[in-house]
């Protein structure tokens, strides 16, 4: 399998399996307790799916290729890191600035969840396959 073919399936793994723990434990209670009102039941699997697969292509362009290419795993985890906070930073404080109910609560753990993920799932990838050139 080429290599980055196989980056994409770690850092993939990574942050699903991060992530599934993570809205359990720690984004779905928050979010229930402050607009619970607003979550769609059953959970639209679909729109979920081509986000995670985007983001994690994305992940790769902007930060694991890179990393994996300077062989610097420390360099995917910071990368992915800064990313994290871009991105989910941008959709929480969109939402807190212009949904009533959204909370400051939801807008810490979620951007700190989403910088620690994507953080970890590209170190992941990355460390995984250090030393490997594509």
Known sequence: MPTYALLYLITTAAFLGADIVGIRLLIRPVFERHVGHLLADPLRLGPAALFYLAYVA???WFVS?????AGAPVQALAGGM??????????????????RD?????????????IALTGFAAWAGVAALSGKLA
Do not use: F, H, K
């Open 102 to 114: 959204w909370s400051v609560q939801q807008v810490v753990i979620d951007g700190l969840w989403g």
């Open 58 to 60: 994305g992940v790769l």
């Open 65 to 69: 290729i890179p990393a994996l290419r």
């Open 82 to 99: 800064v990313l994290g906070l871009l991105c989910y930073g941008t959709y929480e404080m969109t939402n807190y600035a212009t949904l």
